[in-house]
């Protein structure tokens, strides 16, 4: 199992972490092991969801860039079609250049309406668009001279450079699926299973929403191994990857007392953090983290945890308490294909 971190990118005014903070704090998950760093993205504060909201991910991936060594750099998640295609095309080859060819693509399709009315993009338009945007992403990555004939995107002979390191492209994760919060995000079945086809179609691997339940993310995934037999793909070439907000108690702590961290980003309430996230002592985050990873038949290639702050000591806390446990409850089991 390898791991990695969504990092605690949140946009707090004059409180909002220092560079040279971020930088340590990465420098210290590269010593501890970590594979992986992550930014989420959100243009706006988004209630009820979210109380506050992001630093710029593309802005703040380059900084940490230059100062880290070799964790490997990418977004969980970036809202795909609110961009450019032919410009973050270049934006992000640019970034894997500079990166050593070690950067994650992780994209999603955006939920927040106020967000793509601010940037003109028709928000009944998004999952169309997102798709077209990864085929011209790929082809603009991975050739010259590239035609493109969509019906929301239409290119003749381009070409962009740089090229990322990365061939054909970087590694490309996609975000969604049921989640408990639907009321929130507008989400029906009608609205899911599309983005479970264009997963089970384009995706390198699946990142299901942090608040899912293993029952959730079980019927999702089955549901992705379907719709990919559909379109003639092995559902074994897609990975999984699980993610959640963490905070790890120590001896004596009790759960209120990370109220005003989760408070600080978070717009639900504390119940909601105590059912769907991982808080808690070591023990009982391992087994929440088991649960979802067996609910997936073990087909898990990464676990990704998302702290709530800088804080050095919640790293130590899950790099030497949680990790050996979750490692520890998943000896003997083996990836298994869907069949």
């Not at 972490?17 to 590269?30: I, Q, V």
């Not at 994650?104 to 009315?117: L, M, N, P, S, Y």
């Not at 699946?206 to 379907?226: F, K, Q």
């Not at 990464?302 to 800088?310: A, C, G, R, S, T």
Request: include cysteine; aromatic fraction near 10%.
């Amino acid at each position: 199992m390898k791991y990695g971190l969504r990092l605690p990118s949140f946009a707090l005014g004059e409180k909002t972490a220092k560079l040279s903070e971020m930088g340590a704090y990465a420098r210290r998950a590269e010593e501890l092991g970590f594979e992986s760093a992550f930014s989420i993205d959100h243009l706006l504060i988004t209630p009820p969801a979210y109380s506050g909201t992001w630093l710029e991910p593309l802005t703040f991936l380059a900084a940490l860039a230059g100062v880290t060594q070799k964790i490997k750099l990418g977004t969980l998640i970036l809202a795909l079609p609110l961009r450019n295609p032919v410009l973050l095309a270049k934006e992000w080859a640019t970034l894997d250049l500079l990166r050593g060819g070690r950067t994650i693509f992780g994209v999603g399709v955006g939920w927040h309406e106020g967000e793509f009315g601010l940037m003109n993009v028709p928000y009944k338009e998004r999952g169309a668009r997102m798709t077209e945007m990864l085929e011209i992403l790929r082809a603009l990555w991975s050739a010259d001279d590239v035609t493109y004939k969509g019906k929301h995107y239409k290119y003749e002979k381009l070409t962009i450079e740089p090229k990322p390191l990365q061939r054909p492209s970087p590694p490309i994760w996609m975000g969604g699926g049921t989640q408990p919060s639907e009321k929130f995000y507008g989400q029906t079945v009608k609205t899911v299973e599309p983005v479970l086809r264009r997963i089970a179609r384009l995706a390198d691997a699946w990142v299901p929403h942090a608040s899912a339940t293993p029952e959730m993310a079980r019927n999702d995934w089955a549901r992705i191994g379907e719709l990919a037999r559909e379109a003639g793909r092995d559902p074994a070439l897609i990975d999984n990857v699980y993610t959640n907000y963490i905070w790890v108690l120590g001896p004596g702590e009790k759960p209120e007392s990370a109220a005003s961290y989760f408070a600080s980003f978070s717009g639900m309430d504390f119940d909601y953090w105590m059912t769907y996230y991982l808080l808690g002592d070591a023990d009982r985050i391992a087994g929440r983290a088991y649960e979802r990873i067996a609910a997936l038949d073990y087909c898990v290639s990464q676990i990704i945890f998302n702290p709530v702050n800088w804080s050095l000591d919640q790293l130590e806390r899950i790099a030497n308490d949680v990790i050996p446990r979750i490692d520890e409850r998943l000896k003997g089991k083996t990836r298994e294909a869907i069949h």
